[in-house]
């Protein structure tokens, strides 16, 4: 079973299909629409993807979840201990575990077992990732149950042993949850170091001796440009359109703002801003004015760039795409051959913590207030009024600070007493 993303007319959907692509198991189709009917499409393939995970993990070992919630034979303990275990691992690590398992050539426990602690250790998901699988499992069997049992009147034994079952699963979800760290800002002077900042920027301007792209030159100065300047994501900027730019007045702005289900979006993996308000961006004028040109003498070229609005475009037709809309995965395309240039890995998110480093410091510079500087952050970054980003930014400025702080004043003491 494998999942797959079709488009019928401009709606985009998900199903779970065999090799042939006949759409199977009809309760998991169901499912990601009866209960997922309003979430967004990324969130249904995601939870797609992860539920096509779960079973394929249980028919591995010869567990048919519909068959046992139908039969009443629920999973046990030991059975959840173990899937949990195998959630916290890649994928492509389950089948090692397995064959470690039964190797007859490695004669001592001890050895086997350094070689599944090994590959355990190596091949680690993210917490938010199993939170993600537990999740999915728990909904899925909630699903089943009421599926097969809602409309029946359930023995008593049954509905406490499923409840039981459930709480169980919760309390793996929630240990899972617990784990997460609270800051997700590193305190580290700087999430990409000045020098090498600089050399990236410079790097990128499509007349740079060292500039990496063969093609495509101002296109892609032009996005990372964006990037730098608003601290857009990446899905961001491949959702912009042109007559999201403002060609007016300050020649300086940009609305950004979420439309998952945007008919006039040709790609299958639309890209979709984060959920958050929607908010204007600034960037430099002499940017905008680049950002005119690209239009009226690149973008122009392409016939198929005439049939939407987006404002960034492929310029390559290996697959017939010339024209078309960009894809987040040019996107990170873009960045590994910039950062293989200066030798220094550089993550599109990571223009968007710059970003707001930057403004730390000029908020100092400019004496704002913290809560002020707070608030403005927000809403430039388009994050919802209870969101606790910018705190966590400014604490970590001050943080920062703080230590710099106290360094001089040692160093100062500690040349006293010499």
């Not at 059975?79 to 064959?99: C, D, H, P, Q, V």
């Not at 000045?194 to 301007?205: A, C, R, W």
């Not at 006039?264 to 639309?270: C, K, Y």
Request: charged share 25%.
């Amino acid at each position: 079973m494998k999942v797959s993303k079709y488009r019928v007319g401009s709606r985009r959907f998900i199903a779970f299909v065999d090799e042939h692509d006949i759409p199977v198991c009809s309760l998991a189709n169901t499912f990601l629409y009866d209960v997922f009917l309003n979430a967004s499409f990324s969130t249904k393939a995601r939870v797609a993807y992860e539920l096509n995970l779960v079973l394929d993990y249980f028919s591995s070992i010869s567990i048919n979840l519909e068959s046992r919630v139908n039969s009443g034979n629920l999973l046990t303990a030991s059975e959840i201990s173990a899937f949990y275990g195998m959630m916290r691992l890649k994928k492509t690590a389950f089948n090692s575990l397995k064959k470690i398992s039964i190797i007859p050539n490695i004669e001592t426990k001890s050895i086997r077992n350094a070689i599944s602690a090994s590959i355990y250790n190596n091949n680690k998901v993210s917490i938010d990732t199993t939170t993600g699988r537990i999740s999915t499992l728990r909904k899925y069997l909630i699903y089943i149950f009421n599926h097969y049992h809602g409309d029946y009147s359930t023995p008593e034994w049954l509905l406490d042993n499923f409840q039981s079952l459930i709480a169980k699963i919760k309390a793996k979800e929630s240990y899972s949850s617990s784990k997460i760290i609270a800051n997700p800002v590193e305190l580290v002077e700087s999430v990409i170091p000045n020098d090498l900042y600089h050399s990236f920027l410079n790097v990128i301007k499509p007349y740079d001796k060292n500039n990496p792209f063969k093609n495509s030159k101002l296109r892609n100065y032009l996005i990372i440009s964006i990037m730098n300047q608003a601290g857009l994501r990446r899905s961001e900027v491949c959702k912009i359109k042109i007559s999201d730019c403002q060609f007016y007045g300050e020649y300086n702005k940009i609305k950004v703002y979420s439309s998952p289900d945007d008919p006039s979006d040709p790609r299958l993996n639309r890209p979709d801003k984060k959920s958050g308000r929607p908010h204007i961006s600034g960037i430099n004028a002499s940017l905008m004015h680049e950002i005119a040109f690209y239009i009226q003498n690149i973008r122009k070229k392409f016939v198929r760039s005439e049939q939407h609005d987006f404002l960034f475009v492929s310029e390559k037709d290996t697959h017939s795409t010339a024209g078309l809309p960009i894809t987040r995965e040019i996107v990170n395309y873009m960045f590994v051959k910039v950062s293989n240039t200066i030798g220094f890995k550089i993550k599109p998110h990571q223009l968007r913590h710059k970003w707001n480093e930057r403004l730390s410091e000029k908020g100092i510079e400019k004496g704002l207030d913290r809560d002020y500087l707070e608030d403005m952050r927000r809403n430039a970054m388009g994050w919802q009024p209870d969101s606790s980003m910018g705190r966590i930014y400014n604490d970590k400025h001050e943080q920062l600070a703080a230590i710099e702080l106290m360094t001089k004043h040692q160093e100062k003491v500690d040349g006293s007493k010499k």
